[in-house]
């Protein structure tokens, strides 16, 4: 291919602009994530509670963009609108997933942050083992917080890969991967030292950047490319044209009559999901107090704007052409599978219909969302080992030095960790990870956020609850082909009723609407918890001891007798 045609096919030599662009950016946020060891900087960084929880003091401001970073990932960019250019609505489920989050889960955020401000807590499974005294069950909690994170940082990287394979780093082979690995080894030294401070400060850079490039994306696009009546009617006859393969369109712009309970379902699930995540609670106890959350709770669906604006964008793709070769976006192949790229959609799209300097700013703010939420996420999974998993069963009396030092090594394994996905296995594979880990982390539910309500549920009904939410759930993925891309199982999120059983009794027999499979398990998992609590509390089998009080759950920052911050 001549260097011509190379200099303007997206993912074929080096685009030097937009790389350059991107490197300064980086630097800056790197400089950044060093410098944020002393921004607030407490008495010392070798307490969980300053390096893991940055002080817990992070007031308004600052927990808006450390909550958006870390909710609103790089994947999120790159994945959202890359469903909407291949599948149409149901693409849109983000939108009221990511408002109805909010109002759920304020109630529940602003207990969570009182417990374990006043306790000391640092982790959801730090808040079970004490409300149950089950360390079994902690232990649980602290596993699928682990389990289900790991593959979401391994997605940040994914969508980082996107956007250095669209810049022309898309080489085959572990050597393709470098740029991959240099950059998280920066990210890996910079979070070692400042903790959580370090996403935080990048947070801000992050999120102005996403702004103005999703802003100034949403106005240009359009008008540039005949308005959003063509480009609608572009995308709905794109999606309703018949894939020779699973002999069916590939979407539309409205939902079927098929996916609108998986649209609800899913939407809500995911809902449900969100704040159970450990580096969603992360964040929320980082913050300074009650009225913090509160005024996050309201500014945050900010973002979910954004993120519909973000989801158009897709349909845009569809629209939109490449006006040196004619030819359609279409996914730049990656050299190391062999296969397309579908989360390279995107940045195609600003690589063709943008200057190269404005591309090369937003795959900074595309690359830059990829670091922000992995930081807050290896920071949160570290957490859980140290406290659930280390000191519980290795060194009960670790010392909060060794605690911080446990917690630091452990960020490393899990980011490196979240590499070797990206290194060994199908990036695709990876993805179906994501879906089941959504479902392995809904189960958590009852023994994190019910709980923080109520204790009548028995120890042992909650964790007969999460085995047989966890069991169904993984068996209803395993059994979800993709006929489109030739995948067996763990091929979607969509379950038709009528392969829905309950040993070997098929309810819904015939039926071909469709159902998230995690909303399913978790019913699954309150019916078995409530029935092995009745059972338990009849033949008074003994719940653990509370160490909570009632008034635990309603302390603020000014309220006195407050646990000092970095003190056991």
Do not use: C
Not at 48 to 63: A, P, Q, V, Y
Not at 85 to 112: D, E, H, N, S
Not at 140 to 151: D, E, K
Request: charged share 10%.
């Amino acid at each position: 291919m001549n260097e011509t045609l190379a200099a303007t096919v997206p993912g074929v030599g080096l685009q030097w602009t937009e790389l350059i662009i991107f490197v300064v950016l980086f630097g800056l946020v790197t400089v950044l994530g060093f410098v944020a060891a002393r921004w607030k900087a407490g008495n010392t960084l070798d307490h969980l509670d300053e390096w893991g929880l940055g002080g817990r003091k992070f007031g308004s401001w600052i927990t808006w963009f450390l909550l958006g970073g870390d909710l609103y990932t790089a994947y999120t960019f790159v994945a959202v609108p890359a469903l909407v250019f291949g599948a149409g609505a149901i693409g849109f489920y983000a939108l009221p997933y990511t408002i109805l989050v909010y109002p759920i889960v304020l109630l529940p955020a602003l207990r969570m942050w009182s417990v374990s401000r006043v306790r000391g807590y640092v982790t959801p499974a730090d808040f079970v083992r004490a409300r149950f005294g089950s360390p079994t069950l902690a232990f649980l909690i602290a596993i699928t917080g682990i389990v289900a994170t790991m593959p979401y940082i391994a997605l940040q990287l994914v969508g980082l890969e996107s956007v250095l394979r669209t810049m022309g780093l898309n080489g085959s082979g572990i050597a393709g991967h470098l740029p991959l690995l240099i950059a998280f080894i920066i990210l890996a030294f910079y979070t070692y030292k400042s903790g959580l401070r370090a996403p935080a400060l990048i947070a801000f850079v992050k999120d102005i950047l996403i702004y103005i490039v999703i802003l100034v994306a949403i106005i240009y696009l359009p008008i540039h490319l005949g308005g959003w009546s063509h480009i609608f009617d572009a995308a709905a006859t794109k999606l309703a044209k018949v894939n020779p393969t699973t002999h069916a369109p590939a979407g539309s712009i409205v939902l079927g009559p098929n996916n609108q309970l998986q649209y609800i379902t899913l939407a809500l699930g995911s809902a449900l999901a969100l704040f159970l995540y450990p580096h969603s609670l992360t964040s929320v106890l980082a913050s300074r107090g009650r009225n913090v959350i509160k005024r996050n709770m309201v500014a945050l669906p900010a973002y979910s704007f954004v993120l519909g604006l973000l989801a158009l964008l897709g349909y845009v793709a569809i629209a939109a052409t490449n006006s040196s070769t004619g030819k359609a976006i279409t996914p730049i192949t990656n050299a190391a599978t062999g296969k397309p790229d579908t989360n390279t959609i995107i940045p195609v799209l600003f690589d063709t219909q943008f200057p190269s300097w404005f591309a090369g700013i937003a795959f900074a703010a595309i690359g830059i969302g990829a670091l922000v939420p992995a930081a807050i996420m290896s920071i949160a999974a570290a957490n859980l080992w140290t406290r659930n998993i280390y000191k519980e069963y290795f060194k009960k009396n670790a010392t909060p030095a060794q605690e911080a030092k446990q917690a630091k090594l452990a960020s490393l394994v899990v980011k490196f960790g979240a590499v070797a996905f990206i290194l060994f296995i199908d990036p695709q594979f990876s993805i179906d990870l994501q879906l089941i880990g959504g479902v392995l982390i809904l189960q958590t539910l009852p023994a994190v956020a019910i709980s923080l309500y109520t204790r009548w549920f028995h120890r042992w009904g909650l964790v007969a609850g999460w085995v047989v939410g966890m069991g169904w759930g993984l068996i209803m993925l395993y059994g979800i082909g993709n006929p489109a891309n030739g995948k067996q199982h763990f091929g979607g999120s969509a379950l038709p009723l009528g392969k829905l059983s309950i040993f070997g009794w098929h309810p819904f027999s015939g039926s071909l609407l469709q159902i998230y499979p995690g909303f399913v398990a978790l019913i699954a998992n309150l019916v078995v918890a409530v029935v092995v609590t009745i059972i338990a509390r009849r033949a008074k089998v003994f719940n653990g001891t509370d160490d909570t009080n009632p008034e635990d759950y309603h302390v603020d920052e000014d309220d006195k007798d407050l646990r000092p911050i970095g003190i056991h």
